[in-house]
């Protein structure tokens, strides 16, 4: 009995040895194994993440957190450098895997698997440094523009005006400067001096030699119905009388017409002491009534201009078709027009054509037999109302009758 516990306790004692071996085996394995060992850190201070951030002099903007998004400048400050006492980690080859195959095997003096180490807890922006609290409070500043400022004791302050983001304004594109262009009335044709077809210019050139030729005290101008003077010579005898007239009527004119032959050949070379003017009816169907009464008194004022000492005696248009004719209403309302109308001196306008209509308005054929130009009893009833008229000018204008010429 007693041999049999002295070689149990020799048995217990080689396998305490053998353990013992095996223990020492595998912790000499687990170091060769790179076990990881905590390197202590001195006096190191947390790495925050506005830490890392300072790594080179930058430019820090100071901000009173109470006056955040109030102002619209900021004061910047240099930073001074920071120093980080950071220790890089080497290499670690997790001991975890090898004490995950060893559990059963290690006893409680093993080195402990290495644990990485832990984030740092968030650091209040009052806890930090001055500038890491000037780089904390940076991020929370937003995009509005809005910066506070505040300046340090030890810090040159450089002010930044934010401004506004706009749109770039486009300059206008400059038109060169013209000068203004003076808008010019357009004229009627009815003012505009105009010549007459070539179908007209013999007679027209008859017109124009007796204006450079004449000496006439009486001028009779106008369209066909003052040609038409010609076929009636006792009747114009017994208008005139005694005194000289030429006849510079041309069938067919207008009022254009007569003011470009007064350009051509000027009444002024005749010095007339009367002028006879009747002029319209040709326009009746292509001009309105005002057009019509503006080239009347354009060719009054040229004659007026022309002949300043003559009397002026403005004839009303004669009727014309019949009843339902347009150019009635037109005529009378052009008559109308040139009676209420204001002339130059020694000029006025006299009305005569109403004897030519029957009381009912018909035209009297008698007297106008293609309801336009005069008979020879139209040229009678016509010379005895204008004579009136004529005798009246002629005696203020000059009282002593003078011979007449050859042509009418």
């Known amino acids: 009995m007693k041999t049999n516990?002295?070689?149990?306790?020799?048995?217990?004692?080689?396998?305490?040895?053998?353990?013992?071996?095996?223990?020492?085996?595998?912790?000499?394995?687990?170091?060769?194994?790179?076990?990881?060992?905590?390197?202590?850190?001195?006096?190191?201070?947390?790495?925050?993440?506005?830490e890392k951030l300072i790594k080179e002099p930058r430019l820090v903007i100071a901000v009173d957190q109470s006056t955040v998004g109030t102002s619209t400048s900021a004061v910047v400050h240099k930073s001074q450098p920071v120093t980080n006492h950071l220790t890089e980690p080497t290499q670690i080859q997790s001991a975890a895997l090898v004490a995950q195959s060893n559990t059963q095997s290690l006893d409680s003096s093993a080195a402990e698997p290495a644990q990485e180490p832990t984030a740092?807890?968030?650091v209040k922006s009052e806890q930090l440094q001055p500038e890491a609290a000037l780089m904390h409070t940076e991020?929370?500043?937003?995009?509005?523009?809005?910066?506070?400022?505040?300046?340090t004791d030890n810090a040159p302050e450089i002010q930044l005006e934010t401004q506004p983001q706009t749109q770039p304004q486009t300059q206008p594109q400059t038109q060169p400067q013209t000068q203004p262009q003076t808008q010019t009335e357009i004229q009627p044709a009815t003012t505009t001096p105009v010549s007459r077809e070539p179908g007209a210019a013999a007679r027209q050139n008859l017109?124009?030699?007796r204006a450079h030729t004449s000496h006439a005290q009486i001028v009779l101008l106008g369209d066909s119905?003052?040609?038409?003077w010609e076929g009636a010579p006792e009747q114009l005898q017994a208008l005139v009388g005694l005194r000289s007239a030429a006849n510079l009527g041309e069938g067919g004119d207008r009022t254009q017409h007569v003011l470009w032959r007064l350009e051509q050949a000027p009444l002024s070379a005749i010095k007339p002491k009367v002028i006879v003017l009747?002029?319209?009816?040709?326009?009746?169907?292509?001009?309105?009534?005002?057009?019509?009464?503006?080239?009347?008194?354009?060719?009054?004022?040229?004659?007026?201009?022309?002949?300043?000492n003559a009397e002026i005696?403005?004839?009303?248009?004669?009727?014309?078709?019949?009843?339902?004719?347009?150019a009635r209403e037109k005529i009378a309302q052009i008559n109308i027009g040139l009676t209420?109308?204001?002339?130059?001196?020694?000029?006025?306008?006299?009305?005569?054509?109403?004897?030519?209509?029957?009381?009912?308005?018909?035209?009297?054929?008698?007297?106008?037999p293609d309801l336009l130009h005069f008979s020879q009893k139209g040229y009678a009833l016509w010379a005895a109302a204008i004579k009136p008229e004529l005798d009246c000018s002629l005696a203020a204008n000059h009282p002593e009758p003078a011979p007449t010429t050859p042509h009418p």
């Open 313 to 326: 005696v403005v004839l009303d248009i004669p009727p014309r078709g019949d009843v339902q004719d347009s």
């Open 340 to 368: 209420l109308g204001m002339w130059p001196q020694h000029a006025r306008f006299v009305r005569v054509s109403n004897q030519f209509l029957k009381p009912d308005g018909p035209i009297d054929p008698v007297i106008m």
């Open 120 to 122: 740092a807890p968030p």
């Open 207 to 209: 017109v124009l030699e």
């Open 5 to 50: 516990s002295t070689l149990s306790i020799f048995l217990l004692a080689q396998t305490s040895a053998l353990s013992c071996a095996r223990a020492f085996i595998m912790a000499s394995m687990v170091g060769c194994a790179g076990a990881y060992t905590p390197v202590p850190q001195v006096n190191s201070p947390q790495i925050t993440k506005q």
């Open 139 to 151: 991020e929370s500043i937003t995009a509005s523009g809005s910066l506070p400022a505040t300046p």
């Open 225 to 228: 119905i003052t040609e038409g």
């Open 278 to 308: 009747m002029i319209g009816t040709n326009n009746i169907y292509d001009d309105s009534a005002n057009d019509i009464i503006a080239g009347i008194h354009a060719v009054v004022e040229l004659l007026s201009a022309q002949c300043p």
